[in-house]
């Protein structure tokens, strides 16, 4: 028998907007992990959805447990793009990692991770912390992370403003969208509407690590040069993270920056990348007991 998916709806909170969308990858054999994946903000989520599937369903191939949500607004779940907040994504993981957690109640010595994509390592991030502040410690696997949210805001913002870059209008197109969100207006980029709450949320999320007990920071980057490495803005935050206990295992793999490419591509060896790090044996004295899930 082999790993199988189901999808359904999580209620996560009362009233219209309390519905989750997500996909539940399920082993076939014995549970050896639970993953809860944060996906990417806006178009980049979209471009990432092959990659993220491929990966889940690899990982639940080896005995993962996979949880794949759509945040409020986003895909399938409901509400539309501009009735997320930063902070109401943020408790969407944590329900969805009580959730998953729930549905394998004889999991709770094994390792439950927290898989952010992109912004969504910042979301994992501040999940990871206030799980951890209810007793409930994580391990942390982010992929292409960027440790500040107001640089990802900040490129955002650049696509309205690129319109009026020809005519020179484009320093007054930025200071025009923060205006408005100042002022509590929401603004559309793209096809997506931004609330303040959004904004704001995202202009201050950093990666601090969490704390509590320590655990593991699987931090994986791609890069299509013939030898990948690591991209120096990371490593303030890695030593940070080091500092605080936590272990970190950094690589850098060849691959496309499939989150952005104009085509859907695929980075296999991320994925390997990916189950080979979770498959590592968990050092002694972190945030679980168990072997990291394989």
């Known amino acids: 028998m082999s790993a199988t998916f189901e999808?359904?709806?999580?209620?996560?909170?009362?009233?219209?907007?309390?519905?989750?969308f997500a996909l539940h990858h399920r082993p076939a054999g014995p549970v050896?992990?639970?993953v809860v994946h944060v996906h990417a903000f806006a178009e980049e989520m979209n471009k990432s959805r092959r990659m993220v599937a491929m990966q889940a369903r690899a990982l639940?191939?080896?005995?993962?447990a996979v949880l794949q949500l759509d945040l409020l607004g986003c895909g399938d779940s409901d509400g539309d793009f501009g009735d997320a907040a930063w902070a109401?994504?943020?408790?969407?993981?944590?329900?969805?990692?009580?959730?998953?957690?729930?549905?394998?109640?004889?999991?709770?010595?094994?390792?439950?991770?927290?898989?952010?994509?992109?912004?969504?390592?910042?979301?994992?991030?501040?999940?990871?912390a206030a799980l951890a502040a209810a007793g409930q410690p994580c391990h942390l696997l982010l992929w292409q992370p960027t440790p500040q949210g107001r640089l990802l805001l900040q490129q955002f913002l650049r696509l309205k403003a690129a319109s009026e870059l020809l005519a020179?209008?484009?320093?007054?197109?930025?200071e025009q969208l923060r205006t408005e969100l100042a002022a509590g207006q929401r603004i559309e980029i793209a096809g997506y509407e931004l609330s303040p709450e959004l904004c704001a949320g995202m202009e201050r999320a950093t990666l601090p690590p969490p704390p509590g007990p320590a655990g593991r920071l699987v931090w994986?980057?791609?890069?299509?040069?013939?030898?990948?490495?690591?991209?120096?803005?990371?490593?303030?935050?890695m030593?940070?993270?080091?500092?605080?206990?936590?272990?970190?295992?950094?690589?850098?793999?060849?691959?496309?920056?499939?989150?952005?490419?104009?085509?859907?591509?695929?980075?296999?060896?991320?994925?390997?990348?990916?189950?080979?790090?979770?498959?590592?044996?968990?050092p002694t004295g972190t945030a679980q007991a168990e072997p990291a899930a394989a």
Request: charged share 15%.
């Open 32 to 34: 050896r992990g639970l």
């Open 168 to 174: 020179g209008q484009a320093r007054a197109a930025m």
């Open 60 to 64: 639940a191939s080896a005995g993962c």
């Open 239 to 282: 030593a940070s993270w080091r500092q605080a206990g936590w272990t970190v295992d950094a690589a850098a793999v060849r691959g496309p920056a499939f989150w952005q490419t104009t085509e859907i591509e695929d980075a296999p060896a991320l994925i390997e990348a990916t189950l080979a790090a979770l498959a590592a044996p968990q």
């Open 220 to 237: 994986l980057e791609t890069s299509p040069v013939e030898t990948p490495t690591l991209a120096p803005a990371g490593a303030a935050t």
């Open 88 to 128: 109401r994504w943020v408790e969407d993981v944590q329900a969805a990692a009580r959730w998953l957690q729930d549905q394998h109640p004889t999991s709770g010595a094994l390792p439950l991770w927290l898989w952010g994509m992109r912004a969504g390592s910042l979301l994992a991030a501040e999940a990871a």
């Open 7 to 20: 999808p359904r709806f999580l209620r996560v909170e009362a009233g219209p907007l309390g519905r989750r």
